[in-house]
């Protein structure tokens, strides 16, 4: 499986990220015919920043105020010039920024920086590298905001600024607040990175780098390089039809019989918050025919001891049985956020995949999402569930059918 890693470690702005993707291998002439629909053809040079070599592009643009209506008729109008999934992409990612906007001014008329043509230019130069790298999904790692305070046409503003803020509120991306002074996310790029992300970082496990870029922003200090680094990777998945190993890991178990189903249940939600891979209870026929649990837990080796512990003192049992080192094998499984729509309602759900010989061949909504919504709108969490799995398995059709539409 083909992944983007993001590391914004200073950082994120439009030029930024369509400069590292073009050095980690995106089709530059794509992209300067994409970017050449909206300003004059952008300059892409080599350029060095803290002793890091990195791609710098320029974009040559007159500032303009437009509202998201004349924005997206500028989109509309590089058609043909710029791939449809990429112009897709790219007007949603001005969505985002005009409901961040709108969260922080209310209603407003006109975009202002982000309107201009080098902001639009930039946001179709990212969509359309990502679109030409052809990778299955994006990671994101932590992204530095800056510190202090910034300047732009409502005045001063605390960093990150208020509508950086709000487009990475609900995001789902991990921020930090970065080494240097000044504004080091905009809502360009907050919001690019914010539409890129798909796969969590935590989904991520063995992996091999094929190719890395870095894309330059116009500072240049001696202390700290100002670029964003985007490396492609390879998950590697095993031979078709088997699923790759994972680490060996230890299972614990117990029997208990003088323990009730609420004790159960808080005990095996207490050893998932303390790091257990799995956990279960099955109904069990005793000694002398009396009823009762075989409690499990799956951990990895380094926490048996401690999770050993916490069985013993939630349930009160005298012994638990370790088997050690038991190999097993897992599917790949990845994140991904998918767009759900119930009547009038809308909204972004995630969805778990597992990945066999590079095909999705299974997906799942993640429930706790699911109910919460469900129980917001007022409709069943079956209907949610069902919707955001339909949605998911369109959006990897390319990779895999579901059995029932085969």
């Not at 200073?10 to 089709?27: E, K, P, S, V």
């Not at 230890?250 to 159960?264: A, C, K, S, W």
């Not at 000694?287 to 001891?305: D, Q, W």
């Not at 109910?371 to 007022?378: E, L, M, P, Q, Y």
Request: glycine content about 10%; overall charge negative; hydrophobic content about 45%.
């Amino acid at each position: 499986m083909k992944i983007l890693l993001l590391d914004p470690f200073h950082g994120a702005a439009g030029d930024m990220i369509t400069g590292a993707l073009l050095d980690c291998g995106a089709d530059r002439e794509r992209v300067i015919r994409a970017m050449a629909s909206v300003v004059a053809e952008p300059a892409i040079t080599r350029v060095t920043r803290a002793g890091i070599s990195a791609l710098m592009v320029e974009t040559r643009a007159n500032p303009a105020h437009r509202t998201l209506a004349k924005v997206m008729e500028r989109l509309d109008a590089t058609a043909g010039a710029v791939p449809e999934d990429a112009l897709v992409m790219a007007r949603k990612v001005f969505l985002r920024i005009n409901a961040a906007e709108e969260t922080v001014h209310g209603k407003h008329p006109h975009f202002h920086e982000v309107g201009a043509d080098d902001a639009i230019a930039d946001v179709i130069g990212a969509c359309t590298a990502l679109h030409t790298l052809g990778v299955e999904g994006v990671t994101v790692f932590p992204v530095a905001l800056g510190r202090g305070t910034g300047s732009g046409s409502h005045g001063i503003f605390p960093i990150p600024a208020p509508a950086t803020a709000a487009i990475l509120n609900g995001s789902g991306l991990t921020v930090m607040p970065g080494d240097d002074d000044g504004e080091l996310c905009t809502p360009t790029g907050a919001a690019l990175l914010a539409e890129f992300s798909t796969v969590r970082s935590e989904d991520l496990a063995r992996y091999s780098i094929t190719a890395v870029g870095y894309g330059a922003g116009s500072r240049d200090t001696a202390r700290a390089p100002n670029v964003l680094r985007a490396m492609v990777i390879d998950t590697a998945p095993a031979g078709a039809g088997s699923l790759p190993g994972d680490d060996c890991v230890d299972i614990l178990e117990t029997n208990v019989d003088d323990v009730n189903g609420e004790v159960i249940a808080h005990a095996l939600a207490r050893l998932m918050e303390a790091g257990a891979r799995d956990t279960c209870a099955l109904p069990v026929i005793m000694k002398k025919g009396r009823p009762g649990y075989l409690i499990r837990v799956i951990c990895t080796p380094e926490s048996s001891v401690s999770l050993a512990g916490l069985m013993a003192r939630e349930l009160g049992t005298l012994g638990i049985r370790c088997i050690p080192s038991v190999h097993r094998f897992i599917a790949e499984r990845t994140t991904l956020d998918v767009d759900v729509r119930i009547g009038e309602h809308r909204r972004s759900l995630p969805v778990k995949c597992g990945w066999m010989a590079g095909e999705v061949y299974t997906l799942k909504a993640e429930f706790d999402n699911a109910r919460d919504w469900a129980a917001g709108i007022g409709v069943p969490v079956q209907d949610v569930l069902h919707a955001a799995e339909e949605a998911g398995w369109r959006q990897v059709r390319g990779f895999r059918k579901p059995a029932g539409d085969r």
